[in-house]
Nanobody, 128 residues
């Protein structure tokens, strides 16, 4: 069972950048498909970006495409989300999530129901 711990959130102004990190406890991190989700107050948790276990395939929600970049360092058991050109509507708690690659195979699921492991979240607040 993998444990996930996010960090890097904070309060920034519109147009600024932040990099979120998600440290995984499991030495088999490289076998997990990973994703970032976010949840704003009063809204459903929504998919932001995902990356396959090998890192060669990624996808993004339309709302962040071209501004956010998901990446992973399997040697460091760490997932990243580089967020540029932040907007007030990006304000949310950001969560990393994991599911074993054998369950997803070639897919990059965008449904939160497919992810078995979650971090505690990190708050990102973007002021206008």
């Amino acid at each position: 069972q993998v444990q996930l711990v996010e960090s890097g959130g904070g309060l920034v102004q519109a147009g600024d950048s932040l990099r979120l990190s998600c440290a995984a406890s499991d030495r088999t991190f490289s076998t997990y498909t990973m994703a970032w989700f976010r949840q704003a107050p009063g809204k459903e948790r929504e998919y932001v970006a995902g990356i396959r276990w090998s890192g060669e395939s990624t996808n993004y929600a339309d709302s962040v495409k071209g501004r956010f970049t998901i990446s992973r360092d399997n040697a460091k058991n760490t997932l990243y989300l580089q967020m540029n050109s932040l907007k007030p509507e990006d304000t949310a708690v950001y969560y990393c999530a994991a599911v074993h690659g054998r369950l997803t195979q070639w897919r990059l699921p965008q449904s939160k129901d497919e992810y078995a492991y979650w971090g505690q979240g990190t708050q990102v607040t973007v002021s206008s």
